[in-house]
T-cell receptor, first 115, second 113 residues
Framework: ETGVTQSPTHLIKTRGQQVTLRCSSQ?????VSWYQQALGQGPQFIFQ???????GRGNFPPRFSGLQFPNYSSELNVNALELDDSALYLC??????????????FGEGSRLTVL | AQSVTQLDSHVSVSEGTPVLLRCNYS??????LFWYVQHPNKGLQLLLK??????LVKGINGFEAEFKKSETSFHLTKPSAHMSDAAEYFC???????????FGKGTKLSVKP
């Protein structure tokens, strides 16, 4: 059983640029959610995808967008990067859609630095 | 709205002594509560969860937590700390209509030899 893998692990961008982060979910999991973890803070929910459709979104602006593919892998895209977007971005996979049992399997994250 | 408050940002214990990480919750309905652990440069891992069954919940690596509705608390304990327990611990509650997880700010546990 493969775990959740994320790429890239680290990246540096400048303000105004765009970034795409990728996530492969755990085998058999059909739900992917993304969280942003700023330094010294707990993770904050960005959005969730279930069977290729967004079915939940946190308090993040539209420049944060995502995709889920038929194989349940996912991308997080952030446009017009701001300094405050610097954070660890965590992908988590689970079974089930809207109702979250809390049993999420997390990847190790992609650390984004915006200069 | 659902929320959790972790009462200590940093806890330091000696190896072999008990661990207590404190968490209070706020919920408009019967909550599901969790503790997750994050080791340096590792992903978050579920330690244990409470979903309205037994109020004393046992998790991995000897950790347990007790749900106390009267005190709105869900403190994490371990009888004897090990060096490998050094990590960041997050108290978590399930959210509202989104069904997402709401994390506390975390408690960093240090274990001294």
């Amino acid at each position: 059983e493969t775990g959740v893998t994320q790429s890239p692990t680290h990246l540096i961008k400048t303000r105004g640029q765009q970034v795409t982060l990728r996530c492969s979910s755990q085998s058999g999991h059909n739900t992917v959610s993304w969280y942003q973890q700023a330094l010294g803070q707990g993770p904050q929910f960005i959005f969730q995808y279930y069977r290729e459709e967004e079915n939940g979104r946190g308090n993040f602006p539209p420049r944060f967008s995502g995709l889920q593919f038929p194989n349940y892998s996912s991308e997080l895209n952030v446009n017009a990067l701001e300094l405050d977007d610097s954070a660890l971005y965590l992908c988590a996979s689970s079974l089930g859609g809207f109702v979250n049992t809390g049993e999420l399997f997390f990847g190790e994250g992609s650390r984004l630095t915006v200069l | 709205a659902q929320s959790v408050t972790q009462l200590d940002s940093h806890v330091s214990v000696s190896e072999g002594t008990p661990v207590l990480l404190r968490c209070n919750y706020s919920s408009s309905y019967s909550p599901s509560l969790f503790w997750y652990v994050q080791h340096p440069n590792k992903g978050l891992q579920l330690l244990l969860k409470y979903t309205s069954a037994a109020t004393l919940v046992k998790g991995i690596n000897g950790f347990e937590a007790e749900f106390k509705k009267s005190e709105t608390s869900f403190h994490l304990t371990k009888p004897s700390a090990h060096m490998s327990d050094a990590a960041e611990y997050f108290c978590v509650v399930t959210g509202g209509s989104q069904g997402n997880l709401i994390f506390g700010k975390g408690t960093k546990l240090s274990v001294k030899p």
